[in-house]
Structures are given as C-alpha cells and as structure tokens.
C-alpha cells in the first residue's frame, strides 16, 4: 500500500523524520534554502500534508492552491504564518508546537536580559578586539537586574515562564493581559495596563503572539513611555515593536537598550541596529537547544500522524474541524 505524502520542508531532528516515516512517505527540502511559494505550492501537489516552517506562508490564496493537503503541522508555537481561518475554511487543519518550548523561550528572554543590562555581548567584542585595558572600579558598568522590575507583555506559557525566572532573581513582577492569569498571579504577578507597566517597569519583555491586534504594539508612544534606563526585551516577533521606533528611542536615549532574538524582514537586520552597542541581537534561537528542537520535531510529527489517524492532534489551532469532520 502507498503512504501518503507529508512535505517537510527545512531539514528538522531525525526523530521527528522517524516517526512520520512510520506513516508517511516523507519528502524532505534537503536544501540549505527555503522552498520559494511557487516551488512549495508545486512540492505539496498530492501530499496529505505539511511540516512547515514560518517562512513558509499560507495566506488564502496558497491555500486556494493546495487541493489534496489535510494538514500544516507548523514547526514553531508562532503560526502567523498560515492563515488559519482560511485553512478551516478549507478544512485543512493547521497545529503548531506549544509547551515544549517554553522553558528554553523563556531562558532566551533572561539571557537577553542579563546580556543587554550587564553588557555581556558589548564586553565581548571588546575583549575580542584586544580593548582590555584592566579592572577598574567603574569600567563597564552595567544595570543590576536583582531587585528591578519586569513588565512581561502577554501572560502566555512564555511569559509566565520569563515571570517564574525574574521572581528567581529577586525582581518584581508586573504583567499585561486581557484578563487576570491565575499562574502567574498566584507566584506574585500584579496585572496593570500597558501604559502603567511602560512607564514603571526596568525591563520590558514581549511575549506575545504575533496577530492583527498585536501588530506594532510596541511603537512610537509606547517606547516613549518606558524608563530612560529601562531595556526592552523582545523573544516573540519582530513586527510586534516598531523598528524604526525603537532604532530611534534607542539612539536618542529614550531607552537604555534593547535584547532582540527576533526582527521584522528575517533574516535581515536593519543595519542601523548593528551600529547600536546597547543592543544584543540573535539571530532568532529562542527555542534553539537540541532538547527543545527534538520536541518540537517529535510534535510536528505526531500531529501530522494524529490527523491521518482521525485523532485530535496535540497541538491543533482549529478545534472546530474536529467537531465539522470527526478528524
Ligand atoms: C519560534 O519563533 C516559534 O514560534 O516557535
């Protein structure tokens, strides 16, 4: 009997690729690039379905496009990539991968944290540029994170996850959401407004998922709220701080620095960021460790193989096909 076809379309940790094998025809981008729209449309000719990346996009019109995919097992908890209400209006169901990358999201948001307030990456290329003069009592000096406040935005899996770290270090914990979250209210979380959270909090960390009311909520009046020593935090998505606006906080002094794991236009960085010595950047690594990256693949799989099976896949964003079709 032949299986049916899953494209996955970036190279991902074997495990995953093991599993789907046991179900699936697997046809793997071996390529160091990713599938171009026109080459990923044509790819996904007769598959059931998708391992996709967030490069790879699903607006309606791709969709219109698939005739035989069942399924977008996206490779990532973020999923503005795919248009989901347009893919349930297909029937089409489209999970992504939640929960077992939070701690090491999370991590990354205290190691831009620590690294932008503490100077570690400027530090860095100093030392590597032979500039070590010697230890002197005020060289270097950086903002102590121990007794400080965090403003977490969005009191998601992440952000309560970068709340439980801060409380680790003795810092206070402000957060913004539409609503109380029980979690992290109950390890000493205080809810406040947007604006009461810019203007009172050290650190600002952005956590949430990126969607037409998230969009820029970071920009122009909002950074000008914030603390002149306060620095900004930002592991969720590029397009959730305006750039332009933060480049220019950043150079006036508005704020004292930024720590960015992700940007608008990856995989290209504004270059007025890299002449910025108070700003760490990385080139997107929140969920980059090899345990968290071996999760992620073992999900992808098993919600690709839940959907062939009729199951309800673990991480599935459109809940109401299931009641539609019984998937
Ligand atoms: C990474 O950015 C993700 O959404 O998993």
């Excluded at 009997?1 to 094998?21: A, D, F, S, W, Y």
């Excluded at 607006?59 to 973020?78: C, K, M, P, Y």
């Excluded at 406040?192 to 909090?201: D, G, R």
């Excluded at 590029?238 to 750039?243: K, L």
């Amino acid at each position: 009997m032949t299986r049916p076809k899953i494209v996955v379309t970036r190279r991902i940790p074997e495990n995953g690729i093991e599993l789907l094998k046991r179900y699936f025809t697997v046809d793997l981008n071996k390529s160091d690039k990713d599938l171009s729209q026109d080459r990923l449309t044509k790819r996904l000719d007769g598959a059931f379905g998708v391992v996709a990346m967030m490069a790879n996009k699903f607006d309606s019109e791709t969709l219109d496009d698939l005739q035989t995919v069942r399924v977008i097992s996206n490779f990532a908890v973020g999923f503005n990539n795919v248009d989901v209400s347009a893919a349930t209006k297909k029937g089409i169901v489209v999970t992504n991968t939640p929960g077992v990358l939070t701690d090491a999201t999370a991590d990354m948001t205290i190691g831009l944290m620590l690294a932008t307030a503490r100077r570690i990456a400027e530090g860095d290329r100093l030392v590597r540029a032979g500039k070590f003069r010697g230890w002197t009592p005020t060289y270097m000096l950086g903002q102590e994170v121990s007794g400080k406040t965090i403003g977490i935005v969005g009191a998601g899996r992440i952000g309560t996850a970068v709340a439980r770290r801060s409380i680790g270090f003795g810092m206070k914990v402000l957060y913004h959401s539409r609503g109380h979250k029980t979690e992290i209210d109950s390890i000493g979380g205080s809810l406040v407004s947007l604006e009461k959270l810019l203007a009172a909090c050290d650190f600002v960390s952005v956590n949430v998922a990126l969607n037409d009311q998230t969009f820029g909520l970071i920009g122009r009046k909002e950074l000008a709220l914030m603390k002149p020593a306060a620095i900004l935090i930002n592991t969720a998505r590029g397009e959730v701080v305006d750039e332009i606006a933060l480049i220019s906080a950043l150079k006036r002094k508005k704020i004292a620095g930024a720590g960015l794991d992700v940007f608008v236009n990856e995989p290209k960085i504004n270059p007025e960021f890299m002449k910025l010595d108070n700003v760490v950047l990385v080139p997107h690594l929140g969920s980059a460790t090899f345990e968290t990256r071996a999760k992620m693949s073992e999900m992808v799989a098993m919600n690709a193989i839940a959907v062939l099976k009729g199951e309800r896949p673990p991480g599935i964003l459109n809940p109401e096909l299931l009641e539609k079709s019984k998937v």
